[in-house]
């Protein structure tokens, strides 16, 4: 059973979700600040964040940034902000898919769900995967990634990227398959962002960028990962 941590400062909001979510059988927790939300995901036992923008003390994106410090528990940003550039700049702090109030219940509990299973998929077979002879690490226990024994500065985007592609080597992905797995069924940008991901990606593992390993360009199709397991 998946605990759900449900952020928000006005009560009303914080009991429909409550009630929704453990009709479906989720536990949750409640916090009504952005500091009682990093106190309780410190404590462990949180697998999904239900984060409102607008808390009393400090900003949904600045309890996003910092959560992204030190962990990779998914969050569903709430907002009753609509622009566009509002919701890139929620996903680019690491948010795994956003929701604009005044919201339907049941869409908010059906995109808890999209994105527990997308944060499932995110794992890979092993705590730790070696590639290469070492050349390239993957901590998924940490999810962290290691680039001759140095940590790779990977965003939020670029590790699940990374890992989606990693689970199943050989294995060609279109952009629209890894745009549903890393940013959810919801997201209605350009399918080409991948391609900027996957060209930061390879700045931070590959060896020679232009003449990638790892990440591969299908042509016509998208990706795969040709990591070969040592």
């Given amino acids: 059973m998946k605990n759900i941590l449900v952020v928000d400062d006005e009560d009303k909001i914080r009991e429909v979700i409550v009630s929704y979510l453990q ?45 992204r ?5 998914p969050v569903l940003m709430l907002t009753a902000k609509v622009s566009k550039t509002n919701q890139i700049h929620g996903l ?18 059906a995109r808890v769900r999209a994105v527990l299973r997308r944060s499932d998929d ?6 730790r995967v070696s590639f290469r002879n070492g050349h390239l690490e993957i901590d998924s226990l940490r999810q962290v990634v290691f680039c001759q024994g140095e940590r790779a500065s990977l965003t939020p985007i670029e590790y699940k990227l990374l890992i989606a592609l990693a689970r199943y ?31 930061n990606i390879r700045q931070k593992i590959e060896k020679d960028p232009k003449n990638p390993v790892y990440i591969q360009t299908v042509y016509g199709a998208g990706y795969r990962f ?3 397991l040592k």
């Fill in 169 to 199: 080597p050989k294995r060609s992905f279109t952009r629209d398959e890894l745009v549903d797995k890393i940013m959810g069924f919801a997201y209605d940008g350009d399918v080409r962002t991948i391609d900027q991901h996957v060209k």
């Fill in 69 to 73: 410090r030190s962990d990779a528990v």
């Fill in 122 to 127: 995110s794992q890979l077979l092993a705590d």
């Fill in 226 to 228: 040709s990591g070969e």
């Fill in 92 to 109: 680019s702090l690491g948010a795994d898919d956003y929701l604009t109030k005044p919201f339907d219940p049941r869409e908010l509990v």
């Fill in 23 to 67: 009709k479906e059988g989720f536990r949750t927790a409640e916090a009504g600040s952005g500091q009682e939300a990093l106190r309780t995901v410190r404590q462990g036992g949180v697998d999904l964040l239900v984060l409102d923008l607008m808390l009393p003390d400090m900003d949904g994106e600045q309890v996003c940034r910092e959560i």
